[in-house]
């Protein structure tokens, strides 16, 4: 029970610091089986709330040592079924010679395996900021090859889950998680000639790799993930205001191809590169001039004429009165919680994934005290039942929030586009000509890279 309050707690939490969690492939994870599910580390504390809010299991969760250093959050992290593991990193020198520090958390892992359980573990061995997977360490292997071989965790599955997040410090962005092809110890062999610890980390390593993004430098990264993000949406039907945007799966997917094109460029005609060096440089100048105006890409092509704006202002203006008041009673219960939440992460940020971390972590504490005097007073002065209905009435009060409080930043900006182009029909005109040409000149580009790969050109 406590472990599905607190999931269900974590799932709240997600869900007003981030604007979508998107869930590729969940229908990979296997039911009954024993799981081992290795993930990529971006984002702390955050990644294992988020696998464990979208597996739909118990999940045992593996965590460096060095947090269990005060008492009081390892004796939370113990009653939550925590288990520590000494990274090499963390020990003295004479520590890390020694292979039996981790004895007890692979004993207790493999003994979860046993009873088909589900073990999170982070085989990078750290959370970091780089634009890449680190070298993976071999525990994850040797704890799948030892229940394995103990006979009693038949069908063993170690399942590769990749975490990419949009931005992941920055509130309402998106988080995309997508679980790639299973490996089933029972049907999987090491290559003749290798050792079974080190080919099992090697498979790992090539599944996580395909189900997480991985560039050579954090500019590159950059520059592939901001024009993956301008083709889809060039090419694509942007999403209805008020609509969940699911389009990051797709720019994740253009990313590495985007990474990829570029490497196999230089062995391209010089005037396939010139061409698309011309195309690059010209989605650059069309996302930059869309910037310095302060108008969407999606926004480009909105209707100028009046009865459309009217009839838009009107739905608009209909959404915000009837849910306006809940919303409004959500800000007013949640305002100081999220508001302390937020200065707390802002203080002495080492790492991108502070931010989040600290916000999720010291929001939830303040906001269930506050909850808690706010259900007390309520309880005292009008009874216990009124106060179960006020306490069930906040965090859906939040929800709504939330919600239309995005909606309403992307109403005001598209009227804001309205009068623009009410004012400036030509930039319109303009800037459709220009998009349409990027649309056509990206999808030839894509088809003469696509032959050469193909052996056509």
């Not at 990979?28 to 089986?33: D, E, F, M, S």
């Not at 997917?253 to 990474?259: F, N, W």
């Not at 002065?381 to 929030?401: H, Q």
Request: hydrophobic share 45%; charged share 25%.
């Amino acid at each position: 029970m406590t472990y599905g309050l607190l999931r269900a707690l974590a799932g709240i939490a997600l869900r007003w610091y981030y604007r979508d969690i998107q869930v590729q492939g969940r229908e990979r994870i296997p039911t009954g089986a024993p799981l081992l599910l290795v993930v990529n580390h971006p984002n702390a504390l955050v990644d294992a709330l988020v696998v464990g809010t979208v597996v739909p299991r118990r999940v045992l969760i593996t965590a460096k040592a060095t947090l269990f250093a005060n008492p009081i959050a390892a004796a939370l992290l113990r009653y939550l079924g925590v288990l520590p593991l000494r990274r090499a990193a963390d020990v003295r020198e004479d520590e890390r010679r020694n292979p039996t520090r981790n004895d007890d958390t692979f004993r207790a892992v493999r003994e979860a395996l046993e009873h088909r359980g589900a073990v999170l573990i982070f085989p990078e061995g750290k959370s970091h900021d780089e634009p890449e997977l680190a070298p993976l360490k071999s525990g994850a292997a040797r704890m799948a090859l030892q229940a394995h071989r103990s006979g009693d965790a038949p069908r063993l599955t170690v399942v590769p889950i990749g975490l990419t997040f949009e931005r992941k410090e920055s509130p309402r962005t998106r988080v995309l998680v997508q679980v790639g092809e299973p490996i089933c110890l029972d049907d999987w062999a090491a290559p003749e000639g290798r050792r079974e610890v080190e080919a099992l980390t090697s498979e790992i390593d090539v599944r996580l790799r395909a189900v997480t993004l991985n560039f050579s430098s954090a500019d590159r990264a950059a520059r592939a993930t901001a024009l993956a993000s301008l083709i889809t949406a060039i090419m694509l039907e942007p999403p209805a205001i008020g609509a969940r945007d699911r389009r990051l799966a797709l720019e994740t997917h253009l990313a590495r191809r985007i990474d990829a094109i570029r490497s196999e460029l230089d062995a391209a005609s010089p005037e396939l590169r010139a061409r698309v060096d011309r195309l690059l440089t010209d989605l650059l100048a069309i996302h930059a001039e869309l910037r310095s105006r302060r108008i969407r890409l999606e926004d480009v092509s909105i209707s100028r004429r009046w009865r459309d704006g009217l009839r838009f202002i009107f739905r608009e203006s209909w959404i915000l009165l009837t849910a306006g008041p809940l919303a409004l009673w959500g800000r007013i219960n949640h305002w100081l919680p999220l508001r302390l939440a937020r200065a707390i992460a802002a203080r002495s940020v080492e790492s991108a994934a502070d931010p989040a971390m600290r916000t999720i972590v010291a929001g939830l504490g303040l906001i269930l005290l506050a909850y808690a005097a706010q259900g007390i007073a309520v309880g005292m002065l009008f009874g216990t039942v009124t106060a179960v209905i006020y306490l069930v009435s906040l965090p859906v009060a939040a929800d709504v929030n939330f919600r239309l409080s995005d909606r309403l930043a992307r109403a005001t900006q598209r009227a804001r586009t309205f009068l623009l182009f009410r004012s400036q029909p030509e930039l319109q005109r303009t800037l459709m000509a220009t998009l349409a040409r990027l649309r056509d000149e990206t999808a030839q580009v894509e088809k003469e890279l696509g032959g050469r790969r193909t052996g056509g050109n």
